[in-house]
């Protein structure tokens, strides 16, 4: 049940709006992670953030993933009605001891008396904390402006409340200890909270309280925020544009997914060196200026990479965990359009420890910036870097401020063969870094590249992801999949990615 559900505030460190954008919230049987978080002062770019977080948060919000509001102050009561009526919802829940409250707008956004009941005993306790003396009438004062400021959030809300609902509130500058109150009491209905605080604090009484984390960004400043309003018209041809990529639709886990339609060229039919082979449609890829000369073409590279020194001992087959544990080393890509919306998502594997990322260059074509997250960590990376690409072979590597731990790429001492077992690891739909067995099915020329196939599942978003033996090496890099079919699907081979990947290993 709703009302029985426990929040955990503030689990992992948020220091930028960027990040409070990003978070996901987490649900382990009752237990929901909420995040209340004040972000000090301005770093510079701070409008830039909160701009980009809007058209993000928007985008999501249109296709239906999210509620998202940002409130550049909190309403006044406008008449002595309103006040009344609050009143009446106060003394209810008195009278019920406490234990349930309702007001219009809760019910119609679905949220239990139970838990809403809940909410206003800690946060009127807190408050109560806060002041050397809290009397009845100051108590009944406090809840009147509560309930009427949620109503008036609630009234925005695009969707039903439900507990696994990601909703992310956004206030700024706010000094006033009922205010401050209020938006600690919203957590406990399992929204996320930010406050932009570019101009002061809350009082130290209540940062003694403990109730919200804090990052200092830079220096106190008088910046002037725009009004947000949110229009769902403004957002439809962004996400149809994003349901039309060549690339996964962004999709934070777990959400329903819908399947973007996606792109694609017909391969060429009926070849000698592949006869029988099926009509197989590859993501479009998008054709770029050739690469600078100092930069070699895989394609027509004539040099091996040399066999990597290994010991017998090293080189040991690894079971099904071991080779699950290696995802550590194989990113979630978000491809972003020139206004920072997400706009799909990809995979992608570390293959040099000085930042170096291998992914499919119909990944990294279709953004302005990317964002890379690595497993188990809270950071996300943003970068510009296209190091290097080919649209023939379709591979790119993108570069981070990070030093890594990349997967061996096979030498190919020994031919792959049908039949042989292999491991995917990748990002389908977003979901981080799933990992899915198999076994070769075939090798094919596609558009005069050798492919391997492969039956381990994979879906859209998976692109760029890895392909390994049993050995947890590379063999190849997921590339496409066929949808009129089961489990067949493509990966570009390990002898071009060891040409591609030539001076960036090291």
Not at 113 to 124: D, F, I, S
Not at 419 to 436: E, M, T, W
Not at 440 to 446: A, L
Request: hydrophobic residues 35%; aromatic residues 8%.
């Amino acid at each position: 049940m709703e009302e029985q559900i426990k929040f955990r505030h503030n689990a992992v460190n948020v220091s930028s709006v960027t990040a409070f954008e990003q978070l996901r919230d987490g649900q382990r049987q009752e237990i929901r992670d909420v995040y209340f978080v004040r972000l000090l002062g301005d770093d510079g770019k701070l409008l830039q953030d909160v701009e980009r977080m809007d058209a993000r948060l928007s985008a999501e919000q249109a296709a239906g993933r999210c509620i998202y509001q940002r409130m550049l102050k909190l309403p006044s009561l406008a008449d002595r009605s309103q006040a009344d009526y609050y009143c009446g919802c106060y003394e209810n829940w008195k009278r019920d001891r406490e234990q349930a409250l309702e007001t219009e707008g809760s019910r119609q956004a679905g949220i239990s008396p139970k838990l809403l009941a809940r909410a206003c005993q800690e946060t009127v306790s807190v408050l109560a904390k806060s002041k050397s003396a809290f009397s009845e009438s100051m108590q009944k004062n406090f809840m009147v402006k509560l309930l009427y400021w949620l109503d008036e959030a609630l009234e925005h809300f695009t969707q039903s409340w439900q507990a696994d609902l990601n909703v992310k509130i956004v206030s700024h500058n706010i000094v006033q200890r009922q205010e401050y109150c209020f938006f600690y009491f919203l957590t406990h209905l399992g929204m996320d909270v930010l406050l932009i605080q570019s101009r002061q604090d809350i009082e130290e009484q209540m940062q003694r309280l403990e109730l919200s984390q804090s990052y200092r960004l830079g220096a106190w400043t008088e910046l002037q925020f725009p009004a947000y309003t949110y229009n769902e018209r403004n957002y439809e041809v962004k996400v149809q544009t994003a349901q039309k990529s060549s690339v996964a639709q962004a999709a934070p886990m777990p959400v329903k997914v819908t399947l973007p339609e996606r792109t694609r060229r017909s391969a060429q039919s009926a070849r000698q060196s592949d006869p029988g082979s099926v009509k197989v449609k590859l993501p479009e890829r998008t054709r770029k200026p050739a690469e600078p000369a100092r930069q070699s073409d895989p394609a027509s590279a004539s040099v091996r990479m040399p066999e990597r020194s290994r010991s017998a001992a090293a080189r040991r087959e690894k079971s099904y965990e071991e080779l699950a544990g290696l995802a550590s080393s194989v990113v979630l890509v978000g491809i972003h359009d020139n206004r920072g919306t997400m706009i799909g998502t990809g995979s992608g594997i570390m293959i040099g420890h000085k930042g170096y990322i291998l992914t499919n260059n119909h990944v990294a074509s279709g953004g302005c910036f990317y964002t890379v997250r690595i497993e188990e960590e809270d950071r996300v990376y943003e970068t510009e870097e296209v190091i290097k690409y080919n649209s023939v072979l379709d591979l790119a590597v993108l570069r981070i401020a990070r030093t890594l731990q990349p997967l061996p790429v096979y030498s190919g001492s020994q031919k792959l063969v049908r039949g042989q077992r292999v491991v995917a690891i990748g990002s389908p739909l977003g979901l981080f870094n799933s990992v899915s067995d198999g076994i070769i099915s075939g090798f094919r020329v596609i558009d005069n590249v050798d492919m391997i196939q492969f039956t381990a599942p994979i879906s859209h978003g998976s692109s760029g992801g890895a392909l390994l033996n049993m050995y947890g090496e590379v063999i190849g890099i997921s590339t496409a999949g066929i949808d009129e079919g089961q489990n067949i699907n493509l990966a570009i081979g390990y002898d071009a990615i060891n040409l591609f990947i030539q001076g960036f290993t090291g």
